[in-house]
C-alpha cells in the first residue's frame, strides 16, 4: 500500500459536538485527517496533498494560518475551493497520505511566488502532487476577464513543472523505456500537449481519446473557483511501470 487516501473530515469531534470558532474547526478537521493517519502508522509528515472546502472563501487566510501550524516542513500540495454549501459546515478536508518518506520533496518551478502554508508541488516516488494553479498571470497577477484566458494561464502554470523532472528522483529515471523514454518524459509530453479553449477549432487535448497515447500515465484535472472569483487548475500525475 504506497499511499492512504481520507476521506473529507468535518469539524466534528469524535463524540460529535462541533468547537465554536472557526480556528478551533479547521483544528479539529485536520485532527480527525491526523487520527487517520496515525491509525495507518503514519503522520502528518506522510500527507503530500490536501483539498479543502470552505462554505465562506473569506475565511481562507484564517484557514492557512492553522494550516501553517500543522505543516512546519514540507507542507502538503492543496487546493483550495469556495463552495455553496459542506456536509459538516464550514469546513471539510481531504487529504492523501504516502507510505514512504524516502522520495518525497517539494517542488517549485521556475519564479514561483507563495506565501500559502502549502507547497506549490510535492514529488514522490511515483506521483507529482500540484496545488490549485490560478488563472492569473504570474508576473502581473492580473486575471483576465475571459475564463478560456485563465483556464490557459492556470494549465501553463501547471506545465511549468515540467522542468522539475530533470532532477527527478532515481526510480523515476529508470522506468522501462517504452513507449516512451520513462513515464516522466511521458509526463513531460503530457504536459506539453495539454491545453483547453472554448474554441472548437482548438481540439481540447484531455478528450477525444487523447490519453491513449500515454499508457502508462494518469492525470486528473479539475478546474475550480477559488478565492479570487478565477478559475483555478490542479493536477494530480501518477506514473504507472508496466
Known amino acids: ?18 468547537r465554536s470558532t472557526f480556528s ?38 484564517e484557514m492557512n494560518k492553522v494550516f501553517a501550524e500543522y505543516f512546519t516542513k514540507a507542507p ?7 463552495v455553496a454549501r459542506v456536509p459538516e459546515p464550514p469546513i471539510q478536508i481531504n487529504a492523501v497520505a504516502v507510505r514512504s518518506l ?17 507547497s506549490p508541488g510535492i514529488l514522490t516516488h511515483d506521483r507529482l502532487f500540484i496545488s490549485s494553479m490560478a488563472g492569473a498571470d504570474p508576473a502581473s497577477g492580473k486575471v483576465p476577464d475571459d475564463p478560456a484566458a485563465q483556464v490557459d494561464l492556470a494549465l501553463d502554470r501547471a506545465a511549468s513543472f515540467k522542468q522539475l523532472y530533470r532532477t527527478r528522483p532515481t526510480r523515476l529515471q529508470n522506468l522501462p523505456a ?15 500537449s495539454v491545453r483547453l479553449s472554448d ?3 482548438r481540439t481540447p487535448r484531455l478528450g477525444s481519446g487523447s490519453l491513449s497515447h500515454y499508457p502508462r500515465l494518469t492525470s486528473v484535472a479539475t478546474l475550480s473557483l477559488c478565492a479570487k472569483s478565477q478559475l483555478s487548475v490542479n493536477l494530480v500525475t501518477s506514473f504507472h511501470p508496466r
Do not use: C, W
Open 76 to 82: 502538503p500540495a492543496r487546493a483550495v475551493l469556495g
Open 199 to 201: 474554441d472548437p477549432a
Open 178 to 192: 517504452t513507449p516512451l523514454p520513462g513515464a516522466s518524459d511521458t509526463a513531460l509530453a503530457f504536459l506539453d
Open 24 to 61: 478551533a474547526q479547521v483544528r479539529q478537521a485536520l485532527d480527525n485527517v491526523k487520527a487517520i493517519d496515525e491509525s495507518a502508522g503514519m503522520t502528518m509528515e506522510h500527507v503530500v496533498y490536501t483539498q479543502v472546502y470552505l462554505q465562506d472563501i473569506s475565511q481562507y487566510g
Open 1 to 18: 500500500m504506497d499511499y492512504v487516501y481520507i476521506s473529507g473530515q468535518g469539524p466534528r469531534r469524535p463524540d460529535g459536538s462541533s
Open 102 to 118: 524516502a522520495d518525497k520533496r517539494a517542488v517549485s518551478p521556475p519564479n514561483y511566488k507563495a506565501e500559502d502554508a502549502a
